[in-house]
């Protein structure tokens, strides 16, 4: 266990639609990052937070947005969903943002139908 | 931009066979080198990690991992797999210093071990 959470396990979702995903870092860190892992992709690096703060941007679509709450959870937002998002969504987080080791959540696994 | 490259797509070994998995990477800069694990339905988790030092990092559960700056490597080893390592391994590439902890992954090697 990693110490860090995520919620929902699994969701099932039509095209079209709206999910939010959950995320809770370690106690006391203060950087969270979300990654999706897809066939297609593999391991891709969407967002990073610190402290609230947006830090980084990766190769995160439009129609996907992410937040960082003053308590440290994070939730990504992904909107007007496709078949293509379906997908492993992977929360990590550190104890500064910069060079330090990520410790992974279990991930979201989203299905769009 | 960085990137990293895992050479073998799927791996497939005899128990008590050795094991040495490639992993490249591009980046002009120095970084911080991980190998992280994925057993099946579970979460990654980190295998080691080279910083700075000793070139040759120990992991957990016997992998061990040499960085050789010139070729751009950090190739993961095991003396002795077990059933139990049937997995898919991923490198991972840091920029050190870098002021964001975005982590680069290459595509994976999924490790089978046969008893």
């Known amino acids: 266990d990693s110490g860090v959470t995520q919620t929902p396990k699994h969701l099932i979702t039509a095209t079209g639609q709206r999910v939010t995903l959950r995320c809770s870092p370690r106690s006391g860190d203060l950087s969270v990052y979300w990654y999706q892992q897809s066939l297609d992709q593999g391991l891709q690096f969407l967002i990073q937070y610190y402290n609230g703060e947006e830090r980084a941007k990766g190769n995160i679509l439009e129609r996907f947005s992410a937040q960082q709450f003053p308590d440290l959870h994070s939730e990504l937002n992904l909107s007007s969903l496709e078949l293509g998002d379906s997908a492993l969504y992977f929360c990590a987080s550190s104890a500064t943002g910069t060079s330090g080791e990520q410790f992974f959540g279990p991930g979201t696994r989203l299905t769009v139908l | 931009a960085q990137s990293v490259s895992q050479h073998n797509h799927h791996v497939i070994l005899s128990e008590a066979a050795s094991l040495e998995l490639g992993c490249n990477y591009s980046?002009?800069?120095?970084?911080?080198l991980f190998w992280y694990v994925q057993y099946p339905g579970q979460h990654l988790q980190l295998l080691l990690k080279?910083?700075?030092?000793?070139?040759l990092v120990k992991g957990i559960k016997g992998f061990e991992a040499e960085f050789i700056k010139s070729k751009f490597s950090f190739n993961l080893r095991k003396p002795s797999v077990q059933w139990s390592d049937t997995a898919e391994y991923f490198c991972?590439?840091?920029?050190?210093?870098?002021?964001?902890?975005?982590?680069?992954f290459g595509r994976g090697t999924q490790l089978t071990v046969w008893p």
């Open positions: 080279y910083f700075s030092g000793d070139p």
């Open positions: 991972a590439v840091m920029a050190r210093g870098s002021t964001l902890g975005r982590l680069y």
């Open positions: 980046y002009g800069g120095t970084v911080n």
